[in-house]
């Protein structure tokens, strides 16, 4: 028996078991969001039918279970992320609001002058909240180059980093190239300088499981929806320090110690940046996802995940003019790709005949896909453990296909 079973896991994932335009769905789209296992949607169903009430204020039992469950759920994604207190542990709608949550709290320790670094690769979510905090502040938003093959530019990075950066707030894999960053190494070199860091964690958590104390840096942010798990939910790990000498997000219920006409005084971590009602199911849902790639062996998994990159690799030569952007050896796997001859977004009407999901476009990374001169962006083809070598060649098969017929 293989160590990881592609096909019984692929059973936990009723949505894959179905015809798309008359034929076997194939989901390679899995960078924009992945799938649910029937775990997940059991434990949002059992939770809305057997526990639902409002968290943390209720005198009841129901509330007592809502409560038990949803701060369960946060103790998981602290010993998913290795975070060293759930108190560091900030419920937030996804990696978006994570990034604004903090870009907003540091508004205060930002003069005219100061400056933070981003990476050309960023997806808009990591740059527009900087971009907007810069504005407010008069600090300067600097971009880290990429190399032509979709690396950062170390030294880019070296020149870049000096005395006035205040902020270092790079992605941790790119949802655009699959490139997975050296973030260890620059979070290291950041804090020689007293730099607060954050790592963009939506592209990563899906492929392999972060260390927030081993990665060290300030914040860690990731949407649950490519964790598996629900939409309308995400995670910011924020060091306790920093979260403290943060101003609140948004006010309201729940974030509040005491309130008064004559003042208001702020609850304590996480609660002071989470303002009224919670998403609990999805919370739920989160934590069943954590619970379930944890019945899996990772080792194996990561190995069959680049299975499936290698094979893609291996195929590229069997369609003509296709090119893949973003060659470096450090990659999940993801393929971005052109096609001489070929819209992206044709390629992607195309392949979606044929029940293949992929995504076509900018990746909301167009100051990367302006680097690389494509405005009409790429085809992206990105998979999860899930997918098997048969759907790679599916893929490839149907590639092949398109080039000859439209290119
Ligand atoms: N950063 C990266 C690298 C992403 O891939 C995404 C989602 N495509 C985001 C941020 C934004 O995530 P969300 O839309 O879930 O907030």
């Known amino acids: 028996q293989p160590l990881f079973d592609v096909y019984a896991v692929r059973r936990d994932f009723p949505i894959l078991s179905q015809q798309v335009n008359g034929k076997p769905l194939v989901y390679l789209d899995n960078g924009a969001s992945s799938q649910r296992p029937e775990a997940v949607l059991q434990a949002m169903d059992s939770y809305y039918r057997e526990m639902h009430s409002n968290v943390h204020r209720g005198a009841h ?11 369960g759920a946060r103790k998981k994604v602290q010993q998913f992320l290795n975070a060293p207190s759930a108190r560091e542990i900030i419920w937030t709608r996804g990696t978006t609001e994570a990034i604004n949550l903090v870009a907003n709290g540091l508004a205060p320790l930002l003069k005219p002058g100061d400056e933070i670094l981003l990476s050309q690769m960023e997806h808009h979510a990591n740059i527009v909240p900087w971009q907007m905090l810069a504005e407010r502040t008069g600090a300067k938003v600097l971009p880290i180059d990429v190399t032509p093959e979709g690396e950062l530019d170390m030294d880019s990075f070296h020149s870049l980093l000096g005395e006035r950066t205040r902020v270092l707030a790079i992605t941790h894999v790119s949802n655009a190239l699959g490139t997975v960053n050296p973030v260890a190494d620059m979070v290291a070199k950041a804090k020689t300088q007293g730099v607060i860091t954050l790592v963009d964690g939506a592209q990563a ?37 920093l979260l403290e000498a943060m101003p609140p997000w948004q006010g309201g219920g729940e974030m509040i110690e005491r309130v008064s006409f004559a003042g208001t005084t702020y609850n304590t971590l996480p609660y002071k940046f989470e303002a009224g009602t919670p998403a609990i199911a999805e919370a739920v849902g989160l934590g069943a996802a954590i619970d379930y790639l944890a019945t899996l062996d990772r080792d194996a998994m990561e190995a069959a995940e680049s299975g499936l990159l290698q094979r893609a690799n291996e195929l590229v030569s069997s369609v003509p003019g296709m090119t893949i952007i973003g060659t470096s050896p450090n990659k999940v796997p993801l393929i971005s790709f052109k096609i001489d001859g070929l819209h992206p977004s044709d390629i992607g009407t195309l392949l979606d005949q044929q029940g293949i999901a992929i995504r076509a476009g900018h990746h909301c990374a167009m100051p990367l896909m302006e680097y690389y001169g494509l405005p009409g962006g790429t085809a992206r083809a990105s998979f999860a453990f899930y997918n098997t070598l048969e759907e790679v060649e599916q893929l490839f098969a149907a590639l092949q296909k398109i080039q000859r017929l439209f290119a």
Do not use: M, N, W
């Open 61 to 71: 039992t129901l509330a007592d279970r809502a409560t038990t469950a949803f701060e």
């Open 205 to 241: 958590v899906g492929h392999f499981q972060p260390d927030v104390q081993a990665l060290d840096c300030d914040f860690y942010v990731f949407s649950a929806h490519k964790l598996f798990g629900p939409t309308g939910i995400g995670v910011l790990y924020g060091r306790a320090a």
